[in-house]
C-alpha cells in the first residue's frame, strides 16, 4: 500500500517539505536568472514564512487528542510533488516554477478540506496561503 497523509502531522510534514524544495528552487533559479534574482528570493522567503506559518497554527491547536485522530480522506504525497528545474531557459524555470504552485495550492486546498475536522485553524491558515500563492502566480506569469 501507497503512503498516504493520515494524521495532521504527516499532513504538516508534507506541506513543510514542498515549502522547503519550493524554496530552494527559487533559490536556484535566483542563482541562474540574475535579473530576476530579487523575485525569486522574495518567493524562497515567502516559502519559509509560509511554513512556519502553517506550524504555528499546528501548534497553537495541537494536543494529543487530535494527533491521534485520522483525517476521513488520505492524502496521497505522490499527487502532491515538484517539479525539477531544468535551466534550459527563463521561460522553461517560469513554466515550472508555474506548476509547482499550482501543485503547492492544490496540496494546501485539500488540506484545507481534510484537516478540519482535526484542527480547527489549520483550514483557515492553508486557505490564507492559496490566496497568496494566486498572487505568487500573477508574479512569475509577468516574469516572461
Partial sequence: MALVLRTTSQIMGHHAELERRSAEGYRALAERHPEHRDVFNRLADENQRHMARVERAY??????????????????????????????????????ALRNEETVIRFCLDAAKTSGELLPDLPDTFDRLVRGKRKRVELLGSLT
Fill in 59 to 96: 501548534r497553537l491547536g495541537v494536543t494529543d487528542a487530535f494527533e491521534v485522530g485520522f483525517t476521513p480522506n488520505p492524502l496521497d504525497p505522490g499527487d502532491y510533488t515538484l517539479e525539477e528545474f531544468s535551466g534550459e531557459s527563463l521561460e522553461e524555470d517560469v513554466a515550472t
